[in-house]
């Protein structure tokens, strides 16, 4: 019968199988936490029995503390002290001498696997701390980086007022013109309507003397005719 795979290799493969905890996550061993944790809301994994403690999450590790992913170990950082002494402006040929030792680091290594395949450890450990150390690099430029970015929405805001503004002033002078239409057509219209109704007056008096004439007429007629009678 063959011996199973190590973990790391089985962590390591291109699909690896779910972690064996999982089938910790039961409804019934759920349910059990739920009722512990009301009970404790200060329940740490400690505290549970042996089958729940991979219910809870393991508390995060400890500055400078290692810890493993994916069968890699990595180290967790200290965390970042605003009195720390500030670093010097990131260098661009420190970038592409490391890029340049990397290149030379990978071709030493396929030199060793073709030659002696058993003394590729060191190379690959060359080139681990290789990348690591241009990776430190590339994150000296967040601040640059950060900086940059913030000009540049800076800069599309202004732009965006300034468009706002360009088609705010356009309204305005639409308005403007559509007033000043409007004004010039009340200003030529109220003589042509004062003219109108000076024009009606005037044919309203000269109707009712034309009326008090004929009035007239017709009285002097009246007695003419009342006098031959």
């Known amino acids: 019968m063959a011996d199973p795979p190590p973990a790391s290799a089985v962590i390591s493969a291109a699909f690896p199988a779910p972690p064996p905890f999982y089938k910790s996550f039961t409804p019934s061993n759920l349910a059990r936490l739920s009722e512990l944790e009301q009970s404790n809301p200060s329940l740490t994994s400690s505290d549970l029995p042996s089958d729940l403690r ?80 241009a990776h430190a690099i590339v ?24 468009t706002e503004t360009k088609a705010c002033k356009a309204a305005c002078g639409k308005v403007r013109e559509v007033l000043q239409k409007v004004e010039r057509s009340e200003g030529t219209a109220q003589p042509n309507v004062i003219a109108e109704e000076e024009h009606r007056l005037r044919t309203e008096k000269d109707k009712d003397s034309r009326i008090a004439d004929e009035k007239s007429l017709w009285e002097v007629i009246e007695d003419e005719v009342g006098r031959f009678d």
């Open 54 to 133: 991979n219910l809870l999450p393991p508390p995060p590790p400890a500055p400078n503390e290692e810890y493993r992913i994916f069968g890699e170990t990595h180290k967790n950082p200290a965390p970042f002290s605003a009195d720390a002494t500030p670093k010097d402006p990131p260098n661009p040929h420190r970038l592409v001498q490391t890029t340049r030792q990397l290149l030379l680091a990978f071709l030493s290594l396929t030199h060793s696997l073709a030659t002696d395949p058993d003394t590729w450890a060191p190379k690959w450990d060359e080139m681990k701390a290789l990348f690591s150390e």
């Open 139 to 162: 994150n000296e430029y967040r601040p640059h980086q950060a900086r940059e970015t913030l000009i540049h929405m800076i800069e599309e805001q202004i732009e965006r007022c300034r």
